[in-house]
């Protein structure tokens, strides 16, 4: 829903109309609290400079959410649910910083995974660069039409 309201700000579709909803915010402002929690967490890692409980907690996450859905190495917890809010919130940021490079000009090449956004033009206008979660940083530099 909050992804149609922003499409629907940014201009790219009508608002929705909601007839009828049956939905909890329960799960979403849970997650948002671990969200929050592994995002502290991880800040403080960075800024000590301690890149054992950066990798730590990149793990932790990374456990979590494949995990937390349909697996047979949990049988503690299965909520799909989880699973779906979690990577819809991921696609969804990933889109976002897709529709904003665009209209900064920038060509969007590809967009992979939930975390690949490959761009064609100068980005570091358009993007802060560094470690934070809102930063993104260079992983590969490479020539379109040649070898990655």
Known sequence: MRLLLDCAQWGLCEA???????LSGGTE??????RRALAESRK?????GDEVAVEYVKS??????STIGESSANTDIRRPDWMHTIRAKAFTNLWRKSYKAH?????VVEI???DELHVAGDWRPVFAEDRDLNQVKEKKLYTLGGKR
Request: glycine share 6%; hydrophobic share 55%; aromatic share 6%.
């Open 60 to 65: 932790m996450y990374s456990k979590f959410v």
């Open 112 to 114: 992979s995974g939930t």
């Open 29 to 34: 402002s849970l997650l948002e609290k671990l």
């Open 103 to 107: 209209a900064a000009g920038l060509t």
């Open 44 to 48: 403080m890692a960075i800024a000590e």
């Open 16 to 22: 929705p109309v909601i007839h009828r909803a049956l």
